[in-house]
């Protein structure tokens, strides 16, 4: 058995040569350019009993630059699994700019629903995502520069609190401008 380390330097020193950023970087950022294959991303949603978040979490996603600007790349699978309330007439009313893809199944818990919805998945890359989470505007990019990068790498981003009751379909999750510094 070999020991394992949770020494990441090689990695971020062959990311900061081929990006000239960090890897650990703020998601809010736009990502840095990498010229090489254009893949194609899938996110995989599995949903119980969300009606309250995944209206807020689709459209960040619909409104991301990713979709905006690549959105024949992107593929979304939302798996509804067995909810009571009313995620599921929510999920299949909603009509969204993107390509999505929905499914019920019985209710056989989050992994299963992850994997029916894995199964089917197109992408390059695949993003799971909770269906409580507000994806900030560049997340998705983020994730394909790092994967483009670092090929055969799992990649796992963090959660950051934001109160989805702010968030609107009419708003986009677009950061702020930055301020100019001279």
Same mark, same amino acid.
């Given at each position: 058995?070999?020991?394992?380390?949770?020494?990441?330097?090689?990695?971020?020193?062959?990311?900061?040569?081929? =990006?000239?950023? /960090?890897?650990?970087?703020?998601?809010? #950022? @736009?990502?840095?350019?990498?010229?090489?294959?254009?893949?194609?991303?899938?996110?995989?949603?599995? #949903?119980?009993?969300?009606?309250?978040?995944?209206?807020?979490?689709?459209?960040?996603?619909?409104?991301?630059?990713?979709?905006?600007?690549?959105?024949?790349?992107?593929?979304? &699978?939302?798996?509804?699994?067995?909810?009571?309330?009313?995620?599921?007439?929510? &999920?299949?009313?909603?009509?969204?700019?993107?390509?999505?893809?929905?499914?019920?199944?019985?209710?056989?818990?989050?992994?299963?629903?992850?994997? =029916?919805?894995?199964?089917?998945?197109?992408?390059?890359?695949?993003?799971?995502?909770?269906?409580?989470?507000?994806?900030?505007?560049?997340? &998705?990019?983020?994730?394909?520069?790092?994967?483009?990068?670092?090929?055969?790498?799992?990649?796992?981003?963090?959660?950051?609190?934001?109160?989805? @009751? /702010?968030?609107?379909?009419? @708003?986009? #999750?677009?950061?702020?401008?930055?301020?100019? /510094?001279?």
């Amino acid at each position: 058995i070999h020991e394992r380390s949770n020494d990441y330097s090689q990695l971020e020193n062959k990311y900061k040569s081929l =990006t000239k950023h /960090t890897l650990v970087t703020d998601f809010l #950022a @736009s990502p840095p350019k990498v010229k090489t294959k254009e893949l194609t991303v899938t996110i995989v949603i599995p #949903a119980y009993n969300v009606s309250s978040s995944i209206l807020a979490c689709l459209s960040s996603i619909e409104q991301s630059s990713f979709n905006i600007h690549h959105g024949g790349r992107l593929q979304v &699978i939302v798996v509804d699994d067995g909810s009571t309330d009313a995620t599921w007439d929510i &999920i299949k009313n909603s009509k969204f700019s993107m390509n999505l893809i929905a499914l019920r199944q019985k209710n056989y818990g989050q992994a299963q629903a992850l994997n =029916t919805g894995i199964s089917i998945a197109e992408g390059d890359i695949i993003i799971s995502c909770d269906a409580d989470m507000v994806l900030a505007y560049y997340t &998705i990019e983020q994730f394909v520069v790092r994967h483009q990068a670092l090929p055969n790498v799992l990649l796992t981003g963090f959660r950051s609190e934001a109160g989805i @009751s /702010t968030f609107s379909r009419r @708003s986009p #999750a677009r950061p702020s401008p930055r301020p100019k /510094t001279r």
